[in-house]
């Protein structure tokens, strides 16, 4: 029995065409520029999503930054003294608490202060 793969081949084309649509000239009309740009695209958003992790932790180490010096500490004398005093808190939450309530982070502070003997 012969099988015939229009039906799927169809599918497929037409699956990556809608994902094309909107791209620039062509790339959004020909089923093999849009096939080539459409792996592209895919291939940004995986490295995008990767890269989103690094740029938050960036944001909230700058925040948790400028409040600690705000306190008289810098960034990585906080988390050391945060460390010594054995307090596991991630950033996001000492950057959350930083911006938003400002009473919790200066405790932080100074339990950090006082595990670096200042």
Do not use: C
Request: no cysteine.
């Amino acid at each position: 029995m012969r099988v015939k793969n229009a039906v799927n081949a169809k599918k497929k084309r037409k699956k990556v065409l809608k994902f094309a649509k909107g791209f620039r000239g062509a790339l959004g009309r020909r089923y093999t520029l849009a096939k080539q740009s459409y792996y592209r695209a895919l291939k940004f958003a995986f490295d995008g999503r990767r890269n989103k992790k690094g740029n938050f932790r960036k944001l909230w180490i700058t925040r948790i930054n400028i409040a600690a010096r705000n306190e008289g500490l810098k960034y990585n004398e906080l988390i050391h003294g945060l460390k010594l005093a054995n307090v596991t808190i991630n950033r996001k939450m000492l950057a959350e608490l930083a911006v938003n309530d400002p009473v919790s982070f200066k405790e932080y502070v100074a339990i950090a202060k006082t595990a670096l003997g200042k």
